[in-house]
């Protein structure tokens, strides 16, 4: 199914005028709706992009983070610019839709405004207008696409792979899609996929002989014109993930099988190369400059939301490098318009599905409430409400992940806890209800073990050294994946420029030096070793259901956030 431009904008037009937070006049939205997803085609190569939706088939709010700390050569550059200061170097004037999609300023009083975002019903809508007007377009997904939510957790993914078919997706990388073990993934791709969506990865080989285990690359005639398109899977996945689930495969960035990759595609005829890669920002923008024959990066994994791609030099000439933010939140939008067999010219935009502003999709929605329906009555239980905004994104701690370390040391009776620094999970506005589904929403993994330890002062500051070179190495090939582990009861104080080993410091319980020989009761979930899994400790998702149960009502959320070093004038951190 399609829809022609002029019924795309009637919708819209209905959508709008429908809004609670729009113009009643109907002349008016019907301008508005056209104006803010007016995108005209140009070129001849179309490529439209999505990545790190985690599950999230319904409409959500999302909170975008007001600490993105860039280090060293990294700050004060994309995608380390949060607030005003990602306003200012993107062109976006404050108080619109475009500054409420793109940054966290006055959050809760923007979301009520301009309502949700995502949802698959409209991102369906808007891919097949694009489609319809882009001949030959591609639907790239850059993964993080099988994990995120109960329905995707209860399913095995067989949701997220149903609504991936009925989108159009025509190409995938992947990363949390290898938490669902080798066996299920095989299973998807060599069932549910063939023939219909690509799974591509130049990075992942079998650990005995060192074979391709999925395809590297593809190429499609787009328009008469060779189009190659690799994949880049998350290069550190049996690390960042639990390596017994991906036990005959190996990952890794492969830059050197990836330049041999360009060369063969384009020896083949390719005219335009594209990484679709679940590599993370920093790590494309450092890829880009080393490798040659790219014409840009799709990039995933750090949920950016990048609306103008930056433009690397390197020897073969220039590379595109952008990020699709995540929640399925933006599309977007690559066009290129090549001739005499090269790319000469390029738009691009990213594009913020308001839910509000752009209509449903009838086909998905009638998908994504049969995929629902055997599940509602459980994803609907009132847990708690809140009195406060409840999210996620963060370098270093967000008032959902608060929750979680408070219901971990209230319900394991520990001194201490620490969390995982995930980048998804959705936002609740203050005076929501905290249901089963939201709670899923940050939890809903396949090793959600939660675990009691007793830790020396010693172990605890190695474990925050260790993560903190994850996320601050001033090497992107060394930054392993996600944010700073979520702590609990403990503070601290961490200088992010300083060398590994050294970053962490001032370590109090209670107010008093933690000890290096004194052991302390610590909580934790997510444990990647499988030892811990044999253990069988309780899913997250119950311990902090029966906690909000107890508790009723979440208060003001005070976050536990540690004393930051050498930040000052950093424009990836502004105060809230």
């Given at each position: 199914?399609?829809?022609?431009?002029?019924?795309?904008?009637?919708t819209?037009?209905?959508?709008?005028?429908?809004?609670?937070s729009l113009?009643?006049?109907?002349a008016f939205?019907?301008?508005?709706?056209?104006k803010?997803?007016?995108?005209?085609?140009?070129?001849?190569?179309?490529?439209?992009?999505?990545?790190?939706?985690?599950?999230?088939?319904?409409?959500?709010?999302?909170?975008?983070?007001?600490?993105?700390?860039?280090?060293?050569i990294?700050q004060?550059?994309?995608?380390?610019?949060?607030?005003e200061?990602?306003?200012?170097?993107?062109?976006?004037?404050?108080?619109?839709?475009?500054?409420?999609?793109?940054?966290?300023l006055?959050?809760t009083?923007?979301?009520?405004?301009?309502?949700?975002?995502?949802?698959?019903?409209?991102?369906?809508?808007?891919?097949?207008?694009m489609?319809?007007?882009?001949?030959?377009?591609?639907?790239l997904?850059?993964?993080d696409?099988?994990?995120g939510?109960?329905?995707?957790l209860?399913?095995?993914?067989?949701?997220?792979?149903?609504?991936?078919?009925?989108?159009?997706?025509?190409?995938?990388?992947?990363?949390?899609?290898m938490?669902?073990?080798?066996?299920?993934?095989?299973?998807?791709?060599?069932?549910?996929?063939?023939?219909?969506?690509?799974?591509?990865?130049?990075?992942?080989?079998?650990?005995?002989?060192?074979?391709?285990?999925?395809?590297?690359y593809?190429?499609r005639?787009?328009?008469?014109?060779?189009?190659?398109?690799?994949?880049?899977?998350?290069?550190?996945?049996?690390?960042?993930?639990p390596?017994?689930?991906?036990?005959?495969?190996?990952?890794?960035?492969?830059?050197?099988?990836?330049?041999?990759?360009?060369?063969?595609?384009?020896?083949?005829g390719?005219?335009?190369?594209?990484?679709?890669?679940?590599?993370?920002?920093?790590?494309?923008?450092?890829?880009a400059?080393?490798?040659?024959?790219?014409?840009?990066i799709?990039?995933?994994?750090?949920h950016?939301?990048?609306?103008?791609?930056?433009?690397?030099k390197?020897?073969g000439?220039?590379?595109?490098?952008?990020n699709?933010?995540?929640?399925?939140?933006?599309?977007?939008v690559?066009?290129?318009?090549?001739?005499?067999?090269?790319p000469?010219?390029?738009?691009?935009?990213?594009?913020?599905?308001?839910?509000?502003?752009?209509?449903?999709?009838?086909?998905?929605?009638?998908?994504?409430?049969?995929?629902?329906?055997?599940?509602?009555?459980?994803?609907?239980?009132?847990?708690?409400?809140?009195?406060s905004?409840l999210?996620?994104?963060?370098?270093f701690?967000?008032?959902f992940d608060?929750?979680?370390?408070?219901?971990l040391?209230?319900?394991?009776?520990?001194?201490?806890?620490?969390?995982?620094g995930?980048?998804?999970g959705?936002?609740?506005?203050?005076?929501?209800?905290?249901?089963?589904?939201?709670?899923?929403?940050?939890?809903a993994?396949?090793?959600?073990?939660?675990?009691v330890n007793?830790?020396?002062?010693?172990?605890?500051?190695?474990?925050?050294?260790?993560?903190?070179?994850?996320?601050?190495?001033?090497?992107?090939?060394?930054?392993?994946?996600?944010?700073?582990?979520?702590?609990?009861?403990l503070?601290?104080?961490?200088?992010?420029?300083?060398?590994?080993?050294?970053?962490?410091?001032?370590?109090?319980?209670?107010?008093?030096?933690?000890?290096?020989n004194?052991?302390?009761?610590?909580?934790?979930?997510?444990?990647?070793?499988?030892?811990?899994?044999?253990?069988?400790?309780?899913?997250?998702?119950?311990?902090?259901?029966?906690?909000?149960?107890?508790?009723?009502?979440?208060?003001?959320?005070?976050?536990?956030?540690?004393v930051?070093k050498?930040v000052?004038?950093?424009?990836?951190?502004?105060?809230?």
């Amino acid at each position: 199914m399609s829809i022609n431009r002029r019924e795309f904008l009637q919708t819209l037009a209905i959508a709008s005028a429908g809004g609670l937070s729009l113009n009643s006049d109907f002349a008016f939205a019907q301008e508005s709706a056209e104006k803010f997803y007016e995108l005209p085609k140009f070129g001849n190569v179309h490529l439209l992009h999505f990545t790190d939706c985690h599950a999230q088939l319904l409409p959500i709010y999302f909170r975008e983070p007001n600490v993105n700390l860039g280090i060293g050569i990294q700050q004060g550059r994309t995608p380390h610019l949060v607030g005003e200061y990602f306003l200012k170097a993107n062109g976006i004037p404050a108080g619109t839709r475009d500054a409420h999609a793109f940054t966290y300023l006055n959050f809760t009083e923007a979301a009520k405004t301009y309502g949700k975002v995502g949802g698959f019903a409209h991102l369906s809508t808007l891919v097949k207008q694009m489609k319809a007007s882009r001949p030959g377009s591609l639907l790239l997904d850059g993964g993080d696409t099988w994990q995120g939510s109960g329905t995707a957790l209860w399913t095995n993914g067989q949701d997220m792979a149903d609504a991936a078919l009925a989108l159009g997706v025509d190409i995938m990388t992947a990363h949390w899609e290898m938490t669902l073990g080798e066996e299920r993934v095989m299973e998807i791709v060599n069932k549910d996929f063939k023939g219909k969506i690509e799974f591509l990865a130049q990075n992942i080989k079998t650990s005995d002989f060192g074979d391709p285990v999925f395809p590297a690359y593809t190429i499609r005639k787009m328009n008469g014109i060779p189009v190659a398109i690799i994949g880049q899977a998350f290069p550190y996945t049996p690390i960042a993930n639990p390596g017994y689930m991906v036990p005959n495969w190996t990952f890794g960035i492969q830059e050197e099988n990836l330049q041999k990759t360009i060369d063969e595609a384009k020896g083949k005829g390719a005219k335009v190369v594209v990484l679709l890669s679940h590599n993370g920002m920093d790590v494309d923008l450092k890829l880009a400059s080393r490798v040659s024959g790219l014409h840009a990066i799709l990039g995933g994994h750090t949920h950016d939301g990048v609306p103008i791609p930056v433009q690397v030099k390197n020897p073969g000439g220039m590379t595109l490098v952008t990020n699709a933010g995540s929640n399925g939140k933006y599309l977007g939008v690559l066009d290129f318009d090549v001739k005499g067999g090269k790319p000469v010219d390029f738009k691009y935009k990213l594009m913020p599905i308001f839910s509000n502003l752009i209509p449903e999709d009838k086909s998905m929605s009638t998908l994504i409430q049969k995929i629902r329906k055997p599940y509602e009555s459980k994803l609907q239980e009132k847990l708690a409400v809140t009195d406060s905004l409840l999210y996620r994104r963060g370098n270093f701690n967000g008032s959902f992940d608060q929750v979680i370390l408070d219901g971990l040391m209230a319900q394991k009776n520990a001194e201490i806890a620490f969390s995982p620094g995930f980048r998804w999970g959705t936002t609740l506005l203050p005076g929501q209800t905290i249901t089963m589904e939201n709670l899923l929403d940050q939890t809903a993994i396949t090793y959600p073990y939660t675990t009691v330890n007793m830790m020396t002062g010693e172990t605890i500051k190695t474990i925050l050294e260790d993560v903190a070179d994850n996320l601050f190495n001033p090497d992107p090939y060394y930054q392993q994946g996600g944010d700073m582990v979520r702590v609990g009861g403990l503070h601290y104080t961490i200088d992010p420029a300083a060398s590994m080993g050294n970053r962490i410091s001032e370590m109090r319980l209670n107010g008093n030096l933690i000890d290096a020989n004194k052991s302390y009761k610590v909580a934790g979930w997510a444990p990647v070793s499988e030892a811990a899994k044999n253990l069988g400790g309780e899913p997250i998702w119950d311990v902090i259901a029966r906690h909000l149960r107890d508790i009723k009502t979440v208060k003001a959320v005070k976050l536990n956030e540690p004393v930051i070093k050498g930040v000052s004038g950093n424009p990836g951190i502004a105060p809230i």
